[in-house]
């Protein structure tokens, strides 16, 4: 059993910069693929990025490719989603998750969830 926190999301100015952190408790937290999903007002869940449990892969959703960044501290059982350049677009709740690698962004192999945290991106 794997429980996921996030934190760091607030309100920001567009062309400005976040870090959100996802802490995670449970011994195998470094057996899964971790990733970010977000979803906004009046949207479905969409996926962000991930990284393979020995960080030796990442992916990346188009919308954010080439400014945002994902990252995991096995040692300090936390995932990283390190967001810059941002826009209004990217005001959404964000939601950590762990589980297997998220093909094609698909949800449905991630096994564990966070309850999300929120970014506003002011324009």
């Known amino acids: 059993q794997v429980q996921l926190v996030e934190s760091g999301g607030g309100l920001v100015q567009a062309g400005g910069s976040l870090r959100l952190s996802c802490a995670a408790s449970g011994r195998t937290f470094s057996s899964y693929a971790m990733a970010w999903f977000r979803q906004a007002p009046g949207e479905e869940r969409k996926f962000v990025a991930a990284i393979s449990w020995s960080s030796g892969s990442s992916s990346y959703a188009e919308s954010v490719k080439g400014r945002f960044t994902i990252s995991r501290d096995n040692t300090k059982n936390t995932a990283y989603l390190w967001m810059n350049s941002l826009k209004p677009e990217d005001t959404a709740v964000y939601y950590c998750?762990?589980?297997?690698?998220?093909?094609?962004?698909?949800?449905?192999?991630?096994?564990?969830w966070g309850k999300g945290t929120l970014v506003t991106v002011s324009s």
């Open positions: 998750a762990a589980g297997n690698w998220p093909s094609r962004g698909s949800d449905r192999g991630m096994d564990y």
